[in-house]
């Protein structure tokens, strides 16, 4: 067995699937590890740490691969390198990807999607998104340290006292409480503020004040957000606007897998903050809970700075990269029986990763967004391998086929519904 890891070659993107160290895991369940050159470089991973951990560095390392690690989906030429029923590994996010998973779909691969991971005990070690959201969450309240033209923690000196900065964090999931944790380690005087009552006790456990709100709780599947109606959201931010405007530093880090997060902050409550005042919006790639903030800039209104977050992980990437590697090594474990790649599609985890399984699109949601002409696009192809009839020329007889096709099979959907509420981070 051959798996490949990737030099990732997104903008921004600095992290590595696979880091030395975990090779031997690897090596150990009888895969032989490819890296391409380079792969490691921007994590601080040279390829002669990896050929001492037993990998080899090679250009064709995706050639005839039975499994490919790599944060960010593969390419569509990626993809065509792999073999036939190969299985790939990355955040692929499938909704932005819809071009590799045809792709996939053309290749008769598999695609598995760490994003998508059920929500349950057996899973935690693969669960990259919290793994990565951990180190957004320190990486926004370190940011927040630098940027700040004031001192975070209470210092009482000679010439005087200097309060401490008063730190808000909306959004208390992981990235929110590691966001906590580390503003409060640096002296300041944090709140926050989460939609569901369950986040309260983690909140005060750290030594924040939990903000509550005359607002019905939001709990979701699997101990996640919900969706919120924009009735609910215009309540709460008539209810939050004060204490956004008494903070020196706003951390946003709300959001709901699969959809636009919701806006929280809106851009009258960022011009009555005070001066110098900084505002992070780790949500911004998925729509943004402060309304003028931008994807990887910095926007400012007034006096007051708006940081649109992109990335954040990529920005610490040695540990986040030796996180994901983590995650990946646990699931592609997971996927070996014996020595050989044996995805068990009877298992909750493998069901709720996949996206693409051989060839087919398994994916509910994924198969609403791409549209039924896509989740069908493979049938008349079987049947013109199969009959020589001419009735499988013609699109309109098959249309109703098609529509049956994707929504007939609950079975299939099933998972789709468990792995629809992924991560409020």
């Not at 030429?77 to 073999?83: D, E, I, P, S, T």
């Not at 691969?109 to 998508?116: C, I, R, W």
């Not at 910095?298 to 990437?317: C, H, K, L, Q």
């Amino acid at each position: 067995m051959k798996v490949a890891v990737v030099k990732e070659s997104a903008p921004f993107e600095r992290r590595v699937a696979l880091v030395p160290d975990a090779v031997s895991k690897l090596t150990g369940a009888g895969w032989v590890v490819a890296v391409e050159p380079g792969a490691g470089q921007a994590a601080q991973y040279a390829d002669a740490d990896y050929i001492s951990a037993g990998a080899t560095v090679d250009k064709a390392a995706l050639k005839n691969a039975d499994a490919a690690l790599s944060v960010q989906p593969l390419t569509p030429a990626q993809v065509g390198q792999l073999r036939k029923s190969a299985v790939a590994i990355s955040f692929l996010q499938p909704a932005a990807a819809s071009d590799t998973v045809r792709a996939h779909m053309k290749a008769g691969t598999t695609a598995l999607s760490l994003d998508l991971l059920p929500r349950i005990s057996r899973a935690q070690s693969m669960d990259a998104l919290s793994s990565q959201a951990l180190v957004s969450g320190y990486r926004c309240a370190i940011l927040a340290a630098e940027r700040l033209p004031k001192l975070f923690p209470l210092m009482m000196t000679a010439a005087g006292t200097i309060p401490p900065a008063k730190v808000l964090v909306m959004g208390a999931g992981v990235a929110g409480l590691q966001a906590i944790a580390t503003a409060r380690r640096l002296g300041a005087v944090v709140e926050a503020y989460d939609v569901r009552a369950a986040a309260a006790e983690e909140v005060r456990s750290l030594g924040a004040t939990f903000v509550e709100l005359e607002l019905e709780t939001q709990e979701g599947a699997g101990g996640y957000a919900k969706e919120q109606t924009e009735e609910f959201l215009t309540k709460q931010r008539e209810l939050i606007g004060n204490r956004v405007e008494l903070a020196d530093v706003v951390i946003t880090t709300a959001a709901i897998p699969g959809r636009t997060a919701p806006v929280l902050v809106t851009l009258d409550m960022v011009k009555r903050m005070k001066p110098g005042s900084i505002v992070i919006d780790l949500a911004a790639e998925s729509g943004g809970n402060v309304e003028p903030s931008r994807p990887g800039e910095d926007v400012r209104v007034g006096s007051v700075t708006v940081i649109g977050a992109r990335n954040m992980p990529s920005a610490m990437a040695v540990h986040a990269s030796a996180l994901y590697s983590r995650n990946c090594v646990n699931l592609l474990l997971l996927l070996t029986k014996d020595g050989a790649l044996a995805p068990d599609y009877e298992d909750e985890i493998v069901v709720g990763a996949a996206v693409v399984k051989q060839g087919e699109l398994v994916h509910g949601p994924t198969k609403e967004i791409l549209g039924a002409s896509t989740t069908t696009r493979r049938s008349p192809a079987k049947k013109a391998a199969t009959t020589k009839s001419p009735a499988t020329k013609s699109p309109a007889k098959q249309t109703p086929a098609k529509k049956t096709t994707a929504t007939k099979s609950p079975a299939k959907k099933t998972p789709a519904k468990k792995t629809a509420a992924r991560r409020a981070s």
